[in-house]
Nanobody, 126 residues
């Protein structure tokens, strides 16, 4: 069982930066691949970024590549999403999710992730 709590969201102007954190409880955090997703009003939840359990490999949606960076610190049971050059279209609720290693890491399918946080709102003003 893994419980996830996101933080770090807020209101920022276009071109600004935010760093989201996702703190995990449970002894087995380092055994999970992790992902970040987002959901804008009236839209489906969409994949943003993923990272392997070791942190060695990362994957990004084309819409955030070269602007966002996913990382993790297994000693702190935390995964991060550094978001730079934010755009109004990045406005959404951002969720972190945990994926068992039995599933290929980096999957973009929402239904394949086992645990989810409650989300944190990111609003980018123009």
């Amino acid at each position: 069982q893994v419980q996830l709590v996101e933080s770090g969201g807020g209101l920022v102007q276009a071109g600004g930066s935010l760093r989201l954190s996702c703190a995990a409880s449970g002894r087995s955090f380092s055994s999970y691949h992790m992902g970040w997703f987002r959901q804008a009003p009236g839209k489906d939840r969409e994949f943003v970024a993923a990272i392997t359990w070791s942190g060695r490999n990362t994957k990004y949606a084309d819409s955030v590549k070269d602007r966002f960076t996913i990382s993790r610190d297994n000693a702190k049971n935390t995964v991060y999403l550094q978001m730079n050059s934010l755009k109004p279209e990045d406005t959404a609720v951002y969720y972190c999710a945990a994926l068992k290693q039995t599933i290929p890491w980096g999957t973009r399918r929402v239904d394949e992730y086992d645990y989810w946080g409650q989300g944190t709102q990111v609003t980018v003003s123009s």
